[in-house]
């Protein structure tokens, strides 16, 4: 089986996503976590930054596949 290209960068990126939002959840309730919190969002905004860089360069590469022209043979 085959996966598209970029699907793994995406999983990998949404499950990185996923455990910081659960860092910084479970950092609500400590006194002085919100140095930390605040690290963790501004990392949370980069990783969600290259999630929709890796998106559209999937969505760019299947409009391209779809738009190329098909080789197609010829018995002559």
Known sequence: MTTEA???GCLALIACKHHLE???????G??????????LLTLHARVEHMHD???????RRRTTAQDEPRLMSTSG
Do not use: H, N, P, S
């Not at 400590?30 to 690290?39: A, I, N, P, V, Y």
């Not at 860089?53 to 969505?59: G, H, K």
């Open 30 to 39: 400590f006194d002085g976590g919100g140095d930390l919190q605040d690290k």
């Open 6 to 8: 970029g699907t793994q």
């Open 53 to 59: 860089q890796l998106r559209r360069q999937a969505a």
């Open 22 to 28: 659960e860092a910084m959840a479970a950092l609500q």
